[in-house]
């Protein structure tokens, strides 16, 4: 009779035991990956909502607005709900009045364990701001999007700050920018 092959179960079970250790060692490691993954990517998302704002009011005679949203028609809500890009086609002039006649260019809802806060540093709307022809910030003032992860400890690394100087152009820091 040949001699049979594979392992035995005090084998498996020996591995299936190292593996168990392995794998509670790192998923703490692992959350953090994933934390920083997801405040990445709503860092882009905004910084790319902005850059398409921005763009738009380069191409249109029109102004373009981005602003919170939580429904995606409308401007309102909070930040961390959502934001809205649209163009003013009506000339309404109103940053956070989307009337019937204005085209949303995107919505972008968020994911619900973030937190965004939007200031403004000229008393301008922190909630919304519109693009002129120019490209620059309506009002000429500096806007700043704070992002935080909400269940994340005290940890500069997993806030980013987006800022939004007057003449439209952005940056991203990780923790506060300077």
Same mark, same amino acid.
């Given at each position: 009779m040949p001699k049979a092959r594979g392992f $035995?179960?005090?084998?498996?079970? %020996?591995?299936?035991?190292?593996l168990a250790?392995?794998?509670? %060692?790192?998923?703490?490691? @692992?959350? *953090?990956t994933m934390q920083r993954? !997801?405040?990445? $990517?709503?860092?882009?998302?905004v910084l790319a909502a902005v850059a398409l704002a921005r763009t738009e009011a380069l191409r249109s005679p029109r102004t373009v607005s981005v602003c919170a949203s939580d429904d995606g028609a409308s401007c309102g809500g909070e930040w961390s709900n959502g934001w809205l890009v649209w163009i003013d086609e009506d000339a309404s002039g109103g940053a +956070?009045?989307? *009337?019937? *006649?204005?085209?949303?260019?995107?919505?972008?809802?968020?994911n619900r364990n973030l937190s965004i806060a939007a200031e403004s540093e000229s008393g301008g709307s922190a909630e +919304? @701001? !519109? @693009?002129?022809? !120019? *490209?620059?910030? !309506?009002?000429?003032?500096?806007?700043?999007? $704070? %992002? $935080?992860v909400d269940d994340a400890p005290d940890d500069a690394?997993?806030?980013?700050e987006i800022r939004i100087s007057a003449t439209g152009q952005t940056r991203i820091c990780q923790g506060a920018c300077a």
């Open positions: $035995t179960l005090v084998e498996l079970m %020996i591995t299936v035991a190292v250790v392995v794998a509670a %060692i790192a998923l703490p490691n @692992f959350k *953090g993954n !997801q405040l990445a $990517t709503a860092a882009n998302e +956070c009045d989307v *009337g019937s *006649g204005d085209r949303v260019l995107r919505y972008v809802e968020t +919304c @701001f !519109q @693009f002129d022809r !120019q *490209g620059r910030v !309506q009002d000429r003032g500096r806007r700043a999007l $704070t %992002i $935080t690394s997993l806030v980013r």
